[in-house]
């Protein structure tokens, strides 16, 4: 552990590093990718371009630096960054380049008040967190290869069916190529999908929830095209996926990953609410088919959240597991509505879930809560849950792309931001 000097000089530059944070890891990112381009094959490009890994890595920074007295309210976050890690394919071997160039990166921005005891402090603080994250992932990397099914690496599947499921979001189907036997996988896990698009040099990996229960003959993953919004670009690899990837092509994936999955015992003995906001329900309904092939006989309410009917996916199959299930049911709220939904009675809210109408539809609050969807969508409805009287850990959440909390303020909330690569790869990109 630290000792008590080396605690006290990181704590000495919470100040600097709340104020020039971002400052400090763009210039990581700028001397990482220069000294090591081969990286870019690891790391999401438009999390770059868009700042979020350079805000992600900042916020996880001072965090370290706010908390460096007690590591362990940020070490047991390492096993959910590992997963992600894992699935990228980071190694041990990343890490000292990591540790080398952010140290270097603090020396640029901070000059002078970066002293060489500073620096030192920094360096064996790294030391320790690094220590524990190859630790972790080392185990989980070996689980993946060796557990029936498991492999190492990326590895080739075929796309044996391309679903059109709204205008905006398609379903593949995948099945190994050298038909061999698939991993089994813990319902709202993912797959990490590696693709070298024609002209870049560099790979780009996307990961995808696992949208069907585990058990099946294939894997599938549902994908929402992310078109160009204001001075956002369109999404590469989503944008590739749904227009050019066709029924027989190959697409290479690594092992299942993914610490937000559902608690199939606690499920047996406490009612489920799953809430879900645009192609965030596909862990969702991954979870939702795991219980129904489980016949529990506790109450599991399926809410979903989208624009409109034109843009709902997967309703046919919501509607048929929770039909399924003793006690199952399932709500839509439709932001904008169209003359077709109002005329069709197909949805039970129009506009956004509120407490009061979330309360109308439930018994009560007592149940295990799995959000995912938007940020916006998940911070309103963890606050309504919170309102209401939910336990904070009754509720379970997970971000589409770097990885933050809901209990604090995007700026505050970065104590599970404090890894290599951390946050998923981005399925809206």
Known sequence: ?????????????????????????????????????????????????????????ANAVYAAALHIDKLETILPAVRQIAHKHRSLGVKAEHYPIVGQTLLAAIKDVLGEAASEEV??????????????????????YREAEEQAGGWAGFRPFKVTAKVR????????????????????FEPGQYVSVKMALPGDAFTHIRQYSLSDAPGRPYYRITVKREDAVDDRPAGRVSTYLHERVAVGDELQLSA?????TLDRQAAAVKP???????????????MLAALAEDRTQQAVTFIHAAHNGRLHALRRQVEELAGALPRGAAFWCYEQPTEQDRADGSFDKAGRIDLAWLASVLEDNQASFYLCGPEPFMRATFGFLREWGVAESDIHYEFFGPTGSLAASPTAGADEEAGLASGRAGRRA
């Open 1 to 57: 552990m630290l000792n008590e000097q080396t605690i006290r000089l990181i704590q000495s530059t919470v100040p600097v590093l709340e104020q020039r944070g971002q400052a400090i890891t763009r210039r990581f990112y700028e001397l990482l990718f220069a000294e090591h381009p081969e990286l870019l094959n690891v790391f999401n490009h438009a999390h770059q371009k868009m700042g979020r890994q350079q805000a992600a890595l």
């Open 119 to 140: 620096l030192a402090a920094w360096a064996e603080a790294y030391g320790v967190i690094a220590c524990a994250f190859i630790g972790v992932e080392a185990g989980m």
């Open 272 to 286: 489920v609410v799953l809430i879900s906001g645009g192609v965030g329900q596909t862990p969702l309904v991954s």
């Open 256 to 260: 299942p990953a993914g610490a937000f």
């Open 165 to 184: 499921e709204t205008e905006a979001i398609t379903s593949f189907y995948l099945m190994p190529a050298d038909g061999g036997a698939l991993a089994a």
